[in-house]
């Protein structure tokens, strides 16, 4: 059940609180990527302690690796990974984009190529659907074609069109109690698709709804427009997802455009990179200008890295390969990404989003193409 509490009278954002069988999650939402049942570099006590509301993880790798009958032994995904708090399973349609050279897709599904030893794997909306409820995630998603961004028309008519007609046998699928499941609106930049398969989808009742198809290497206006596209045909008493977004300047943008819940990779990605996220932009902890500033990596970070270390030790640590150094970036990271989220939280309660947004995006340093390009794929 999705609860609207407040909208914000100068843009599209919205205050809300989605509850689940293992808890509410007050929105908007950053969700930390959890692809092999794990965030990387992660546990699950520092992710509490951090705020973690929900984590994300991956129908297709954890249906070849462990497997479900693995999972299913250890009392489901929730158990076999120490997380009792709610998870989102990814559904695979990201992978029929991903691992495009190892698939094949047919009328009622898509024929995988293991990445690992290239045994063959079948997905379709009844496979989904089953390795989603046997996992035992809190919010399952359809499963959908993703197409590139610059498939031409023809190819992202036909991916719509295999979008809404797997939707609909997702939705006759069974469910694991209270289980929700949130459909996947394709269609590109294309307005009048994005919009004809929002609409289709908002017919099916589903509990939520995902715009994806963003993230997959289109310029950041393009981005915006797909969600500005799907939006208004979205109902307001339902959450809404943008998958696999985004920089934190995008987020901020993208709730005040009326999204509720994101996830994205970046995070943890750049972080093994030694690169840290600041509420100015990045910046590369391993270069020598950080070789004896004995200061935290953000002045009044709350986050464990930066009450007790320095940007000269954790560059030290990353230059000579110590786990440790990844891990700290990792950590302040994470944390980063959802301190952005509760301070919008905050300033939706109060009535002031609209002075944060126009603060925080005069003060971010957009991230460069290379980082933002690293949002692509899988954890």
Sequence with gaps: MFELLKTDPGSHARLGRLTTTRGAINTPVFMPVGTQASVKALDPRELREMGTQILLGNTYHLSIRPGLEIIQAAGGLHRFMGWHEPILTDSGGFQVFSLAKIRKIRAHGVEFRSHLDGSPLFLGPKEAMEIQRLLGSDIAMVFDECPPHNAPPKEQKLAVDRTIRWARECREQPRLEGQAVFGIVQGGADPALREHCARELVALDFDGYAIGGVSVGEPEPEMMKAVEYAEPCLPADKPRYAMGLGTPAQ???????????????????????????????????????????????????????????????????????????????????????????????????????????REFIAHYVPTSRVLASRMVGAE
């Design 251 to 357: 987020l901020v943008e993208l709730v005040a455009r009326g999204v509720d819940m994101f996830d994205c990779v970046l995070p943890t990605r750049v972080a093994r990179n030694g690169t840290a996220f600041t509420s100015r932009g990045t910046f590369a902890i391993k270069g020598g200008a950080c070789k004896a500033e004995f200061r935290p990596i953000e002045d009044g970070c709350s986050c464990y890295a930066c009450r007790h270390f320095t940007r000269a030790y954790i560059r030290h640590l990353l230059n000579v390969n110590e786990i440790l150094g990844l891990r700290l970036v990792s950590i302040h990271n994470s944390h980063f990404y959802l301190q952005v989220m509760a301070d919008i939280r905050t300033h939706l309660a109060a009535g002031t989003f609209g002075e944060f947004r």
